[in-house]
């Protein structure tokens, strides 16, 4: 599960960025779901029932069935969009799944530039 091995992966954590896993369902279907996943760890979980979050961010535009993509957004500690990527629409291939070597190498440099600007 994407979640999990970002929680889990030594160069993401290295980044000491917070991960939050948005999405419209409950956080109930979200815990039946990891539950059956063998997942117990449900920190930075977040429902975003009626989408409100992803549509402040504005990722609601590559909806698939009224239901966010997969969408990787890093936000600044003023709330700026910094770097956003989507990856679950079909336009942008269709992908449920980014390696977290991937996200690391997009990401590292928008953290640099934050940290370097600090």
């Known amino acids: 599960m994407q979640v999990v091995d970002l929680q889990e992966d030594q160069d993401f954590q290295r980044l000491n960025v917070e991960l939050l896993s948005i999405s419209p369902d409950s956080l109930e279907d979200w815990r039946e779901a990891g539950r059956e996943m063998g997942i117990e760890n449900f920190d930075g979980v977040v429902s975003d029932a009626g989408n409100r979050v992803a ?5 609601m535009q590559w909806a698939v069935g009224g239901e966010p993509g997969h969408t990787f957004v890093l936000v600044d500690e003023s709330g700026e969009v910094t ?25 590292a440099p928008h953290v640099s530039e934050a940290r370097a600007a600090e």
């Open 55 to 59: 549509t402040k961010y504005d990722v």
């Open 83 to 107: 770097w956003l990527q989507d990856y679950g629409a079909i336009e942008n291939g269709g992908i449920m799944y980014v390696a977290p070597e991937e996200i690391v190498r997009l990401v």
